[in-house]
């Protein structure tokens, strides 16, 4: 054997470049390989399925009543074998559909003769985003370990054994960082807050938090954690009427993210107003368009209330979008809604793209993005409302390089059959941004793609093409004129790849 085979960190390097369908034939190469190989095939588990399968397929049956029975003890043996894989395991994502497998891990679970921690002593990441949580209580009990830091859960239905077990999740599991309990039924958050409030209370690492409702005491633990950088908060209607908290007692401190999601917009307003200050990198506000349209004022509301909460000089990111983006059930805004943002002078990312619909000028657009000369990430839009009569035209999209001439990715929507005062060879005038990589422009109108092309052939000239995924499964998959406008713009996509080899060719004389 070569000496380099005795080196442990190459036979792991080894193990892990090897097709996981070929590291079972690997492990049974030597016993040289056999422990790097059968490390790697097991760190990360897709499903629980592969440890049900160690168990020997003979010792299961079914009762008369169709139940999953052990028909035997599962002796020493097995036990060996399943330990000896089941400790190799740090990560388990279960995705697919468990019904077929879960009274065999429940019986796995209850029979287990040794003490529970030992089962998945390396265990670190454990996502169950499947339904059926209520179902696995015995084999949470053993996933629930001291190595765990990452825990991510789907809550479909709560029972009492679910509750009791999640409120000792800080005990079992105190080295957590990341927790995110999914409840998908919101009504649920009352019931399970004391017990999710519990377990977090006693969590002094996180520094990723997703939950749906605490009572005062969790959120005021959250609040001084001192090593939380993303926290995500949903907010329901009668989050606020439930506190006792005096208001403004609490602060959000050192965040990087702070995600909102709630009904109305018009709930995260009045959740940021009830606090101190809030001192974020980046703001993610998710709310439904159902109801948004009975309160005409809310997009400015919110706006106003992040001038007046936010950390002028930490906040550089905005991003706000309707929950399923339904390009017929928008929200109209107009340019002056966003007119407090403009103080905000850090801002590298304003993305409202999957949250509204605006009429804007070239000069309103111009107006907005001057205050913003930091920006790398502006996305206004990419819906064209057909009774809107007021669009951006080239002009605005010259302007907009000119004053944010760090932007890599831009979503607007604009005429492109406007070309007045537009000299198509040379449109801005030596305007130019060489590295913008994405560029949307939706349903913009457009006339002669031939035309398009040359403009933005010139003005972006590293541009690989304009993007095209809204239109495909996207917002825009549904317009009537879909077949039509794919055409063009899949034209001028051809014209801007023939303009960059000629570009390249001419270039590399």
């Known amino acids: 054997m070569h000496q380099a085979l005795r080196i442990a960190e190459i036979l792991d390097q080894i193990s892990w470049h090897t ?24 760190r990360n588990l897709p499903s629980l399925e592969p440890l049900v399968k160690c168990i020997p397929t003979h010792i299961w049956g079914f009762s008369f009543r169709g139940e999953v029975i052990l028909l035997r003890p599962i002796d020493t043996k097995a036990w060996a074998t399943f330990r000896k894989y089941a400790s190799r395991v740090h990560s388990i994502t279960q995705s697919g559909d468990p019904s077929p497998i879960i009274e065999h891990i429940r019986i796995i679970m209850l029979s287990y003769p040794y003490p529970s921690s030992t089962m998945f002593p390396n265990l670190r990441s454990l996502a169950w985003n499947v339904d059926q949580t209520h179902l696995i209580i015995e084999f949470l009990r053993m996933a629930f370990v001291p190595s765990l ?10 029972s009492p054994t679910l509750m009791s077990i999640l409120s000792t999740i800080g005990t079992a599991c105190p080295n957590l960082t990341s927790f995110r309990p999914q409840v998908d039924d919101p009504t649920l958050n009352h019931e399970i807050a004391p017990f999710l409030t519990q377990a977090i209370c006693q969590l002094h690492h996180l520094s990723a938090l997703t939950v749906c409702g605490l009572e005062d005491l969790g959120m005021v ?3 001084q954690l001192q090593s939380l950088k993303t926290l995500w908060l949903y907010i329901g209607p009668s989050f606020l009427r439930r506190t006792g908290l005096p208001p403004q007692s609490l602060g959000l401190e050192h965040l990087e993210l702070l995600g909102l999601q709630a009904i109305r917009l018009n709930h995260m307003t009045d959740f940021l107003r009830s606090l101190r200050t809030v001192r974020s990198k980046h703001i993610t506000a998710v709310f439904s368009s159902d109801v948004f349209g009975q309160q005409s004022d809310s997009m400015s509301e919110f706006c106003a209330i992040l001038l007046e909460r936010c950390d002028n000089d930490t906040l550089e990111g905005i991003t706000l979008c309707e929950q399923f983006y339904n390009t017929f059930h928008n929200v109209y805004v107009q340019p002056g809604d966003f007119g407090p943002l403009r103080l905000l002078r850090n801002l590298t990312h304003f993305d409202v793209e999957a949250a509204c ?10 107006e907005l993005v001057k205050a913003w000369p930091k920006l790398k990430i502006f996305r206004l839009g990419c819906y064209r409302d057909p009774a809107s009569t007021v669009l951006p035209t080239f002009h605005g999209l010259v302007n907009v390089l000119r004053l944010c001439p760090e932007l890599v990715s831009l979503s607007l929507v604009i005429d492109t059959t406007q070309f007045d005062g537009i000299d198509v060879n040379s449109p801005g005038n030596g305007i130019r941004n060489n590295g913008l990589q994405e560029l949307v422009l939706g349903n913009s109108l457009i ?24 239109w495909i499964g996207g917002p825009l998959d549904a317009l009537f004129d879909k077949p039509w406008a794919m055409e063009q713009w899949k034209l001028v996509n051809r014209l801007l790849g023939g303009f960059r080899i000629v570009r390249t060719r001419y270039l590399g004389r």
Do not use: K, M, Q, Y
């Open 357 to 366: 619909t605006i009429s804007i000028s070239d000069d309103e657009l111009s």
């Open 19 to 42: 097709n996981r369908g070929s590291l079972p034939g690997l492990a049974l190469t030597c016993r040289t390989f056999e422990g790097p190989a059968l490390d790697a095939l097991w």
């Open 149 to 158: 830091v990452s825990l991510d859960l789907r809550i479909t239905s709560i």
């Open 221 to 223: 633990h959250v609040t």
């Open 447 to 470: 006339g002669s793609p031939l035309d398009v092309a040359l403009v933005l052939s010139s003005l972006l000239p590293n541009l690989p093409e304009v993007n095209l995924s809204s």
